[in-house]
């Protein structure tokens, strides 16, 4: 029996992931594997391209694929190729190279693009159809051209040019209050660089947090030195001219007046999947590449998504007929990884047997996902919907419960949103062991206590952690992107993984959005103390 032809677009943690899956199949025959990476390097985790823009990861420690293994058992991966246009009656995916992939199964895992919000000075090309078919070379699988002082932070070109002015002492104006333009706000701050954030929303992390935890977040903010310019709407880009003739940013225009002057412009808007193969090869697209929960894309039974670019939705009569779908991607690399170890178990198994492939169960739908801001002496952590209030009126939603607890002084705040005494979201800022319990009741569907003031015992001067065993139980989770437990982790240790980096290399803990790394140092501290041993968890 011939191989299952599988033709990967994308190389990504996503991509990684999937190939690292699927190398079994691939190693004993069963599947043809061919990766079209696009770019020149090995896959890397670009969560963290923000920590590598302030010098304080390095390239090896952000690696998540591995292509001599991958080839060893009989892959290809192709670094530095784009795929051009994909021909869904021939089954053949064309190459930047001029060659052209024949394919059974395609899958797309092409990732996502920096949003380019629309400013006076800055180009922003369109990416329908009509303009795909005219300027294929210059949109398809191309960011997009920004001014000399103007960058996104997607890729590691991006993180070369922060890196340059935050080691230059420069002044940094970051565009956009989301989690990704904070952390790298403060990474750059702590770095010494000077930084201003601008935003048009009333209070940073505005998707994530609610007014009373935006505030204090805010004052954390400024308290760092870093200043923070809400309320005002970006409309412009002012330049100058160096001295070798190089038009290059000077400030930022904002439509209430304001001139916000730096070296560097950081642009941090949100992302957008990059669906333009997808476009032109006539498959169903929304926001993202259109999948049903068996990751398979509505439009063409043999071509499936996954990550950043796919947008899950289950066909129905009523949505089928639907012009603008519901939903998006979840923009997460822990869903992600989960999308990619389920096809990759899905084409093993139709690689080995047809009929049992087809009836692989579709992906479980996701909860929703817990969103941590990742910085020195800036904790954040919030999931679901915070907007009740604990003056809302209670007729409207008779089961909801709000608690609330702030300390703006002190840069402490958490809210508990229940249904019934289950905890359906949170928002905590300054409360980390606070915000550790309140996730691990938040995962396991738990009922808080009738008292809700015990859990702000947990960051309280009094606090013994060791009295805390329920967070430090075996089954609990500490790795939410991979499913790393405590006991895992001991495991890995018990065996002479006694780092963090030892360990993630061990179980994939820590590589995902990073947020559990503080837990995992915590945990094989814990595990030294007990056998006696010295830590080694820096």
Request: hydrophobic share 45%.
């Amino acid at each position: 029996m011939s191989p299952l032809r599988i033709v990967l677009i994308g190389y990504g943690p996503v991509g990684a992931r999937f190939v690292e899956e699927l190398l079994p199949a691939v190693r004993g025959g069963a599947v043809a594997l061919t990766v079209v990476a696009g770019e020149p390097v090995e896959a890397y985790n670009r969560v963290l391209v923000a920590e590598y823009a302030v010098g304080n990861a390095d390239l090896d420690a952000m690696l998540v694929g591995d292509r001599e293994t991958a080839e060893a058992a009989g892959a290809a991966i192709l670094l530095g190729v784009r795929a051009t246009r994909i021909d869904r009656g021939a089954h053949l995916v064309h190459l930047s190279t001029g060659e052209a992939l024949p394919y059974d199964r395609l899958v797309l895992a092409t990732g996502s693009r920096a949003n380019v919000p629309t400013l006076d000075g800055v180009e922003r090309p369109r990416r329908d159809l009509a303009d795909l078919e005219r300027h294929p070379d210059r949109l398809v699988a191309r960011d997009d051209d920004l001014p000399a002082g103007v960058t996104a932070l997607r890729d590691l070109d991006d993180a070369e040019r922060v890196l340059a002015a935050v080691r230059g002492r420069r002044r940094i104006v970051v565009l956009g209050a989301g989690v990704l333009g904070l952390e790298l706000a403060l990474a750059a701050a702590h770095a010494g660089a000077q930084v201003c954030v601008v935003h048009h929303g009333p209070h940073p992390m505005p998707r994530n947090l609610d007014r009373g935890g935006g505030h204090v977040l805010r004052s954390a903010l400024r308290r760092t030195g870093i200043t923070v310019i809400a309320h005002s709407r970006a409309e412009a880009i002012g330049f100058r001219t160096d001295a070798d003739g190089t038009r290059r940013f000077d400030m930022l225009v904002t439509a209430d007046g304001k001139q916000v002057r730096g070296d560097l412009l950081v642009l941090s808007c949100g992302v957008s999947p990059r669906n333009e193969l997808a476009t032109l090869a006539g498959l169903r697209t929304a926001v993202g590449v259109v999948v049903g929960p068996d990751l398979r894309s509505w439009s063409d039974p043999d071509v499936f998504a996954i990550g950043d670019c796919a947008q899950v939705v289950e066909r129905t009569d009523e949505t089928a007929g639907r012009r603008i779908l519901p939903g998006a991607p979840s923009g997460l690399i822990g869903p992600g990884w989960r999308q990619a170890e389920h096809l990759a178990a899905r084409f093993a198994a139709e690689a080995a047997e047809p009929a049992i492939g087809s009836t692989v169960a579709p992906l479980p739908p996701e909860r929703d996902a817990i969103v941590m801001l990742k910085a020195e002496h800036v904790d954040v952590v919030a999931v679901g919907d915070v907007s009740a209030d604990p003056w809302d009126d209670d007729a409207l939603s008779p089961r909801r419960r709000v608690a609330q607890w702030a300390d703006p002084e002190h840069l402490r705040y958490v809210k508990m949103v229940t249904e019934d005494g289950i905890l359906t979201g949170f928002a905590s800022v300054g409360m980390p062991r606070t915000a550790a319990e309140l996730t691990l009741l938040f995962e396991r569907r738990a009922e808080l206590p009738a008292d809700r003031s015990l859990l702000l015992r947990f960051d309280g001067p009094d606090d013994d952690p060791s009295a805390n065993a329920d967070a430090f139980a075996p089954e609990a989770t500490v790795c939410w992107c991979n499913g790393v437990t405590v006991g895992r982790i001991h495991e890995s240790a018990a065996c002479g993984n006694t780092t963090v980096e030892c360990v993630g290399r061990d179980t994939r803990a820590g590589t995902g959005c990073g947020g559990c790394r503080g837990r995992i140092a915590e945990v094989l501290a814990r595990a030294a103390e007990a056998d006696g041993a010295p830590s080694l968890t820096a």
